[in-house]
């Protein structure tokens, strides 16, 4: 697209930044000099897209292969689709301005299943089809990864290859291949049977689903012998050696998160039985504190941010913290470079420290206690007591702090109203600790805030086999908390619970959910994720129109000996584990951190082939 083109669009979109490419650290290349276009996609709009770090690694990583450009597209906001379709112009890559039809390859990264239609609208706003079956060879190829990955069935019919796991080491590979296939001759068939064979790899075309009358499935048939019975998840063992970016893109607005990212390990071994992505992201894997504090210098030093956030999900169990932490704030305490560490658990820090890191960065405090009653935190296999927590606050209110952020969550399995209840009556705790202590000891004006979320069960967890609460059921138990919750220092928020009904939907769907997404999108149907553009209505009518009782995927309990929709795929956590997980939280049973002792989930046996916690410290 020329300049000019570019200008008359840009004028009349609320933030041209979004779309004008050219920040620092972003690649240019002549397209004339590779053999592979590659563009990364991002079902959301700019600020989400950009603050995300899968994006930035594979970004980076990709072009540091010389026959390959790797650059970005994100979802065009409303104002900015008006423009395109009014101008006749077709959704375009940031770096070169080339329209996506140019493109080999697009791909999607899976990590919400409210950006699906986002997806579809991004494809029609290419002129690419949407369906992979009415994609000819000329057409790029759709690839998707990430969480959502995990149950790919609902996108079965527009996405050509599926990477189930994480991509860093396998897509180089599937390039690789990519590029000698189009040396030799392009045939989309040929390539796609060879790629399969690769761990990691689902070709969804390769395969049919046929139903029983009561709409289970009775079987999935193969329609190409190459196709593997079972996709193996795959996992990088060792993230010391693994490819880690040392610069990313800094956007010329401000986005979600605008600071250094260090991912300090992927996995966890808590065993919360409701979050997907503690199962499927197991086992743990650590970096060393020298790999980690050498990448922050190099992020600092092609950046210029000054804040550095330690990520993972659980951050407060990295083996390590307690040094690496100290070491980073002797190294940019002085240069006032903060460090941020979301969801800080202040009992494996000392007092010395968290006094340190609040000295740079006054922050809040961030609990997740998911539930409200001892009970329902059994159930759920958090291994959190309430005194905890207030030991914490004691400890946290004593050096300063006075904000204080609580997430929970309602319609919990085996969840009753006296645990409704328990979230209010915790926050009131929470509340009284503060002002419970000498006046003289009192500092800072106190704000606690409190976020139920609306419990949506997720593929490869315990509570796979649960039915999600009605609309309804959902909505007596927020507004009882919106009632209830008076405190003039407390204030409440709650999730929508439609969102949360089709988010269920799609997370335990099968490949009947395709046609659905298909006229959701005819009908005008994207950025699902936002409340300005979700319409419930419209759905409902899609779904009626498709002639699909959307309650049979999210609000019924299944049986254990049930074929769900993902389970070719094997993520190394044994169905077995996962049924005794579920029988345990029945008998509110609490499961041990595997960092303590071994639980048996197979993730030891069935991918790594050894030991989870070999030749650690």
Excluded at 38 to 52: K, L, N, R
Excluded at 156 to 176: M, N, R, T, W, Y
Excluded at 197 to 209: A, H
């Amino acid at each position: 697209m020329d300049n000019y083109k570019l200008d008359q669009l840009l004028l009349k979109v609320e933030k041209p930044a979004r779309y004008i490419g050219g920040e620092l650290n972003s690649v240019d290349k002549s397209k004339e000099k590779v053999d592979i276009r590659f563009a990364f996609a991002f079902p959301d709009v700019y600020e989400v897209g950009m603050s995300h770090l899968g994006m930035h690694i594979l970004y980076q990583l990709l072009n540091e292969r010389p026959d390959t450009w790797c650059e970005r597209v994100f979802a065009p906001w409303p104002d900015m689709e008006q423009q395109l379709i009014e101008h006749k112009t077709p959704l375009f890559a940031l770096e070169s301005t080339d329209p996506l039809c140019e493109f080999d390859i697009i791909g999607f990264t899976l990590q919400y299943e409210m950006s699906y239609t986002n997806i579809l609208n991004m494809l029609k706003l290419s002129n690419i089809p949407m369906e992979s079956h009415d994609r000819s060879d000329n057409h790029p190829l759709v690839f998707a990864g990430g969480p959502c990955s995990f149950n790919p069935e609902p996108l079965h019919a527009f996405v050509d290859v599926f990477f189930i796991g994480e991509s860093e080491e396998q897509l180089p590979k599937v390039l690789d291949i990519y590029n000698q296939h189009q040396h030799n001759g392009w045939n989309k068939q040929a390539f796609l049977e060879e790629i399969c064979q690769l761990q990691g790899i689902y070709i969804p075309s390769f395969y049919d689903v046929v139903y029983k009358e009561d709409g289970t499935i009775k079987e999935r048939v193969k329609k190409n012998n190459k196709a593997p019975d079972t996709i193996k998840k795959v996992i990088v063992k060792d993230l010391d050696i693994s490819y880690y970016p040392d610069k990313i893109i800094v956007p010329f607005i401000e986005t979600v998160h605008d600071r250094v990212v260090l991912e300090l390990f992927r996995g966890c071994t808590r065993g919360c039985r409701f979050c997907q992505a503690g199962m499927i992201y197991r086992p743990i894997r650590e970096k060393k504190p020298e790999t980690l504090i050498k990448q922050v210098d190099q992020l600092l030093q092609s950046t210029g941010h000054e804040e550095i956030s330690l990520s993972s999900l659980s951050t407060g169990d990295y083996s390590q913290l307690m040094p690496l932490a100290e070491a980073l704030l002797d190294a940019y305490e002085k240069e006032k470079i903060s460090l941020s560490l979301p969801s800080l658990r202040l009992d494996s820090m000392s007092s010395e420290m968290i006094d340190r890191i609040h000295s740079v960065r006054k922050s809040g405090l961030t609990f997740a206690p998911e539930a409200g009653t001892q009970k329902m935190r059994d159930v759920i296999n958090k291994n959190l007591t309430e005194n905890q927590i207030m030991d914490t606050l004691k400890v946290a209110y004593k050096l300063g702090w006075s904000t204080v952020k609580l997430y929970f969550m309602v319609g919990l399995p085996g969840e009753e109203i006296e645990d409704i209840y328990g979230i209010k009556d915790m926050a009131y705790h929470i509340k009284d600790a503060f002002f419970d202590r000498p006046k003289e000891e009192i500092k800072g004006n106190l704000k606690v805030s409190v976020s139920a979320a609306c419990f949506v069960p997720k593929p490869f967890t315990p509570f796979q086999w649960d039915g999600q609460n009605t609309l309804e059921q959902f909505r007596d138990k927020t507004a009882l908390l919106k009632r209830e919750i008076k405190d003039k220092k407390i204030s409440y928020t709650y999730h929508d619970p439609k969102l949360s009904i089709l988010e269920g939907i799609f997370a335990l769907g099968d490949r009947r959910l395709a046609a659905v997404l298909k006229n959701a999108v005819s009908k005008g149907c994207r950025f699902d994720g936002w409340s300005d553009y979700f319409d419930y209505a419209l759905w409902m009518k899609v779904f009626e129109e498709e002639n699909i009782d959307y309650t049979y995927y999210n609000h019924r309990n299944k049986s254990f000996d049930e074929v769900l929709p993902w389970d070719f795929i094997d993520s190394g956590v044994s169905k077995d584990y996962l049924i005794k997980e579920k029988q345990k939280s029945l008998n509110e049973e609490i499961t041990d951190d595997c960092r303590l002792n071994c639980t048996g989930c197979g993730i030891n046996h069935q991918l790594l082939g050894g030991p989870c916690f070999e030749n650690r410290n």
